[in-house]
């Protein structure tokens, strides 16, 4: 099961339980006796700037990283920096390596009594899915935090590039997303004057949840013809109800599922047998972790949905 609904820059930090504020506040001032600073003014430090713009700088390579998104863990291994990783959130279980790594909570609810207790040199975390208020006592302690929200598909490698810097492994790093780029290239070359496909594509399913043209995915589905049925909307991830794809008339559904093989969301739109994707036989899956979390793997899931697309077009 990938994190819910996905690792995907749309979390559910806004409904999550927070810990109360005073408790908080308690775990903070036991743990941060024993904390040293990570941020220390000197010259020749190692600097990078992050997906806030912010200045991220450290003293010498990081050894003890913890990485607050299953997909911030997966970066810093494909970074080459995975024998650092020494916390990570839940559901972090890409490659099998990163499962062994201990846990101090979810994206949205952390430990962080033990995680401060961890002493990280630098902490990865996720804007958009990370609670604002867990995460700058972490900042006021002085532990250095390196805040990653790819937007975009170059993002992706301008990740990995600078974690690698910041975890001196910028040969492994480099590579890594050298070869991501010409993937990228590649597929976009390849199908860059295909026939269009009207498509739904389903992130989540109670309630039904989709992405706009803005998302990673809407540029997933425009790199491989696809004209998404609902990119136009404003909100990146809109909800819909069932009416509302029925009456947008798609021509193939794509969606993930609540784990690497579960088709059940499928199988549900397969009984409206009017729609144009029903009566092709264009109800496909995608494996979620393929293309719902920013890592270089979004290279194989844009693959992965450009051959289903194409699939698609074969069937008129």
Not at 64 to 81: C, D, N
Not at 149 to 170: C, K, M, V, W, Y
Not at 281 to 304: E, H, K, M
Request: aromatic share 6%; charged share 20%; proline share 6%.
């Amino acid at each position: 099961m990938v994190c819910c609904p996905v690792e995907s820059m749309y979390a559910r930090s806004a409904i999550a339980r927070r810990p109360p504020v005073m408790m908080l506040a308690a775990v903070l001032l036991i743990a941060a006796a024993s904390v040293a600073t990570s941020v220390v003014a000197a010259n020749g430090r190692v600097c990078v700037v992050d997906d806030l713009g912010r200045d991220v700088c450290l003293d010498g390579a990081a050894r003890r990283i913890v990485a607050l998104s299953p997909a911030a863990t997966e970066l810093l291994f494909a970074a080459g920096a995975g024998d650092r990783v020494r916390g990570a959130v839940d559901y972090s279980d890409y490659p099998e390596a990163a499962r062994a790594i201990p846990r101090v909570g979810s994206h949205a609810r952390l430990d962080m009594e033990r995680l401060v207790a961890m002493q990280p040199d630098l902490i990865v975390a996720w804007h958009s899915g990370n609670p604002a208020e867990q995460v700058a006592p972490l900042i006021a302690l002085g532990l250095t935090v390196f805040y990653t929200e790819p937007l975009q598909f170059e993002d992706i490698a301008t990740s990995l590039e600078r974690l690698g810097r910041l975890a001196g492994t910028e040969t492994t790093a480099d590579a890594v997303a050298a070869g991501y780029r010409a993937e990228i290239a590649a597929l976009r070359a390849r199908y860059a004057n295909t026939a269009p496909v009207r498509v739904f594509y389903q992130i989540w399913d109670e309630p039904v949840m989709t992405v706009n043209d803005t998302h990673l995915i809407g540029q997933a589905l425009q790199l491989c013809g696809g004209v998404n049925v609902f990119g136009e909307l404003g909100r990146q991830v809109p909800r819909l109800d069932r009416e509302s794809v029925l009456a947008a008339e798609p021509e193939a559904i794509v969606a993930g599922g609540m784990g690497e093989d579960d088709t059940d969301w499928l199988d549900d739109w397969a009984r409206f047998k009017e729609m144009p994707a029903v009566q092709r036989g264009n109800l496909y899956f995608v494996p979620p972790s393929l293309i719902q979390r920013p890592t270089p793997r979004l290279a194989d899931g844009t693959g992965v949905l450009c051959r289903k697309l194409e699939r698609a077009r074969a069937q008129r």
